[in-house]
T-cell receptor, first 113, second 110 residues
Framework: NAGVTQTPKFRILKIGQSMTLQCAQD?????MYWYRQDPGMGLKLIYY???????DKGEVPNGYNVSRSTTEYFPLRLELAAPSQTSVYFC????????????FGSGTRLTVV | KQEVTQIPAALSVPEGENLVLNCSFT??????LQWFRQDPGKGLTSLLL?????REQTSGRLNASLDKSSGRSTLYIAASQPGDSATYLC?????????FGAGTRLTVKP
C-alpha cells in the first residue's frame, strides 16, 4: 500500500524556469492538498481539491497552478520560478473532512537559484 | 482566520521523563485536531486524530487531549525515549483545510 507518493524528492530550478511536482495516492481519497513548509514555520495550504475536476485556492496560491483530472493524481505546477518558492512541498490526501485525518507524502525539496 | 500556536518551540528532556506539548487555536469551530511527528528531512507521520466530539485519544505512550471551549490541546508523552526526538506538529481541521502550528522540536537525551 503506497499511500501518497511524491516525485521528485529534490529539485534545483533556475529563476524563471517551470516545473511540475507530481503527487499520486492509491487510497481512493476524494480530497487532496498541496502544502509548503518553510524553515521553522508551519505548513501553509497552497491549493486543494475535493474531487476530480474540482480545485480551489488555499492560503498561498500565487505562483502556482493545479489540476485534478483523476482521483489519483494532483500535480502542482510552478510557472516562472522565483527564489521565494524555495521550500519543501508536501502533498496530502483524505477521505474528507470531519472524521478523517490526513495522509502525507514524503515531500519535495525545491531550491530556486 | 484560524491561528494555531505551539509552545514551547523547543524542548530538551532526559530520557525517561514524562512531558507535555501544548497547542492552542483561536477558532473553536473545528472538525478535528491531529498531531503529527516529523523527523528531519522527512514527511509527516500521523500520531493521533481527535474528532471534535471527543476529548482524548491514546496510542501506546501517547495521549492527546482536546478542550474546544478553551481552544487547547495537549500531547502527553510518557517515559520518553531518545527515539522520540523529532518535531511534533499540531494541526486543526476546519472545512476543507487544516491549519498547522509551527511545531515543537523535542530532544530526548540518553
Amino acid at each position: 500500500n503506497a499511500g501518497v507518493t511524491q516525485t521528485p524528492k529534490f529539485r534545483i530550478l533556475k529563476i524563471g524556469q517551470s516545473m511540475t511536482l507530481q503527487c499520486a495516492q492509491d487510497m481512493n481519497h476524494n480530497y487532496m492538498y498541496w502544502y509548503r513548509q518553510d524553515p521553522g514555520m508551519g505548513l501553509k495550504l497552497i491549493y486543494y481539491s475535493v474531487g476530480a475536476g474540482i480545485t480551489d485556492k488555499g492560503e498561498v496560491p500565487n505562483g502556482y497552478n493545479v489540476s485534478r483530472s483523476t482521483t489519483e493524481y494532483f500535480p502542482l505546477r510552478l510557472e516562472l520560478a522565483a527564489p521565494s518558492q524555495t521550500s519543501v512541498y508536501f502533498c496530502a490526501s483524505s477521505y474528507g473532512t470531519g472524521n478523517y485525518g490526513y495522509t502525507f507524502g514524503s515531500g519535495t525539496r525545491l531550491t530556486v537559484v | 482566520k484560524q491561528e494555531v500556536t505551539q509552545i514551547p518551540a523547543a524542548l530538551s528532556v532526559p530520557e525517561g521523563e514524562n512531558l507535555v506539548l501544548n497547542c492552542s487555536f483561536t477558532d473553536s469551530a473545528i472538525y478535528n485536531l491531529q498531531w503529527f511527528r516529523q523527523d528531519p528531512g522527512k514527511g509527516l507521520t500521523s500520531l493521533l486524530l481527535i474528532q471534535s466530539s471527543q476529548r482524548e485519544q491514546t496510542s501506546g505512550r501517547l495521549n492527546a487531549s482536546l478542550d474546544k471551549s478553551s481552544g487547547r490541546s495537549t500531547l502527553y508523552i510518557a517515559a520518553s525515549q531518545p527515539g522520540d526526538s523529532a518535531t511534533y506538529l499540531c494541526a486543526v481541521g476546519n472545512n476543507n483545510d487544516m491549519r498547522f502550528g509551527a511545531g515543537t522540536r523535542l530532544t530526548v537525551k540518553p
